[in-house]
């Protein structure tokens, strides 16, 4: 029986590095190319199709998932690591094959948002966060005061819960400064 695979999470709200993160532990992780696999949901289309990019211009080659991609079928008996970059916008059907994987000895890491713009748990992340091996906090600079930022602030009044951008529609706030935007949201 396979030794379990580790599940390395690195979660966060906006700006904080969790892609750099992401591509600093695939590039320390001493696999060859065939034995790891990098995937980022269709959804995010603010790069190249088959690239993840920091904000600070890192890059690393990976796959586009979505719902018709059936993962099983581009695993490999090479494959020891897989890696997810905004993992929030991966459907929760992924998790059992992930789990499949952990247990055939194959590690995973993940990165993503841990809580959307109304700061509720995002996506495929709680799930993710609640079975790692490894849970790595990550934290970006308040836009506002320059405190330790855990909140993800939209600037923009749309509803929609999935609106993909950077600093064009988001800035990274702490807890204070996040519900001062709120309560001035709701008085406007």
Do not use: W
């Amino acid at each position: 029986m396979a030794e379990q695979g580790q599940l390395v999470v690195y979660y966060g709200c906006m700006f904080a590095g969790k892609t750099t993160a992401l591509i600093d532990y695939i590039s320390n992780a001493n696999v060859k190319p065939n034995e790891l696999l990098v995937f980022k949901p269709g959804i995010d289309n603010r790069a190249a199709k088959n690239i993840i990019t920091t904000h600070d211009g890192k890059k690393h080659e990976c796959l586009s998932y979505d719902q018709e991609t059936i993962l099983s079928e581009l695993i490999t008996p090479y494959t020891k690591l897989i890696a997810l970059d905004e993992a929030q916008f991966f459907d929760k059907i992924i998790f059992s094959d992930l789990k499949r994987l952990l247990s055939k000895g194959i590690s995973i890491v993940a990165a993503g948002l841990d809580k959307d713009y109304l700061a509720r748990p995002f996506g495929l992340m709680p799930l993710l966060m609640q079975n790692a091996t490894q849970l790595n906090e990550l934290n970006a600079t308040c836009e506002c005061c320059n405190n330790k930022a855990t909140h993800t602030y939209r600037k923009e009044s749309n509803k929609v819960l999935v609106l993909i951008g950077n600093e064009n529609y988001y800035e990274a706030r702490c807890a204070d400064c996040y519900q001062l935007g709120l309560a001035a949201v709701i008085k406007a």
